[in-house]
């Protein structure tokens, strides 16, 4: 049974930083595709950061050169790393890991998703 567990969320005030932690099981994580995504009151879900087993990044650009992505394999965890917090980054965050094999047959599991409130 696959499962991704979010931890980290919470209150913090604009400026501050928040590490998000995602722990995978029932899947080897760094054989998926593994990403971030939330969802603000009201608006959809959106991709944040994702990491690809290959090791590459990519960012929406709200967040660029303020949050990082990272996997720790031993740990079959996913992290990201938030910096210089915004008000507009209050969300729902979510932890995704999909993986398609060579047959086109998609594996897409989510967690359950863990808040994050940036407020004086």
């Known amino acids: 049974q696959v499962q991704l567990v979010e931890s980290g969320g919470g209150l913090v005030q604009p400026g501050g930083s928040q590490r998000l932690s995602c722990a995978a099981s029932g899947i080897i994580s760094n054989t998926y595709a593994m990403g971030w995504y939330r969802q603000a009151p009201g608006k959809q879900r959106e991709l944040v950061a994702n990491?690809?087993?290959?090791?590459?990044?990519n960012y929406v650009d709200s967040v660029k050169g303020r949050f990082t992505i990272s996997r720790d394999n031993a740990k079959n965890t996913l992290y990201l790393q938030m910096n210089s917090l915004k008000p507009e980054d209050t969300a729902v965050y979510y932890c995704n890991a999909y993986y398609m094999n060579f047959r086109g047959l998609v594996y897409n599991y989510w967690g359950q998703g863990t808040r994050v409130t940036v407020s004086s």
């Open positions: 990491l690809t087993s290959a090791g590459s990044t």
